[in-house]
């Protein structure tokens, strides 16, 4: 699935329905088990953040967005990696702030600090609207490449955030 990268499925409302929006017109059908795991996902997180209406959206990338370490404009983010490397993140205080001081090259962190989700891992992330100046300072893995420049393992990305963040 996350070779036919690039694309973008997205969906929002009640977790269930975001997940079936989202997935609306998809073609192949997806695998039993990931649908599953996208539902739980989605039910879950709208548990967690006390929302009834969640924004989801299934990734497929093949380039480096977010590639810089960064804190997102959002109260909460859940994110789970299902094919290619996990996001990567920093156990390190500073949220927003900090993320710009490391992409200014100010403080650029050693390789060995830098964690990894693994892959089919969820985390629910903290973000700057929920706790200014305390959101986790995250990124995307770089994307390996081949000689010619084509991703050789594209990713395949479930991001889930809060509706009422609109």
Not at 78 to 90: A, H, K, N, S, V
Not at 131 to 138: R, V
């Amino acid at each position: 699935m996350a070779q036919q990268a690039p694309f973008v499925c997205s969906g929002i409302g009640e977790p269930d329905i975001a997940v079936m929006q989202a997935l609306a017109g998809f073609e192949p059908p997806l695998h039993p088990a990931l649908l599953a795991d996208m539902l739980f996902l989605a039910n879950l997180f709208a548990e967690v953040s006390d929302s009834q209406q969640v924004r989801l959206r299934l990734e497929a990338v093949s380039d480096d967005s977010c590639a810089l370490f960064h804190a997102d404009a959002v109260r909460l983010r859940l994110l789970c990696t299902y094919c290619g490397d996990g996001t990567e993140w920093l156990a390190r205080a500073g949220g927003a702030a900090e993320a710009r001081r490391l992409r200014d090259g100010d403080a650029l962190p050693d390789r060995a600090s830098i964690q990894h989700l693994p892959i089919g891992a969820a985390a629910i992330l903290c973000g700057e609207a929920g706790m200014p100046d305390h959101g986790c300072i995250h990124q995307s893995p770089p994307m390996p490449r081949d000689a010619t420049g084509r991703a050789l393992h594209p990713r395949l990305l479930l991001c889930i955030d809060p509706a009422e963040e609109d």
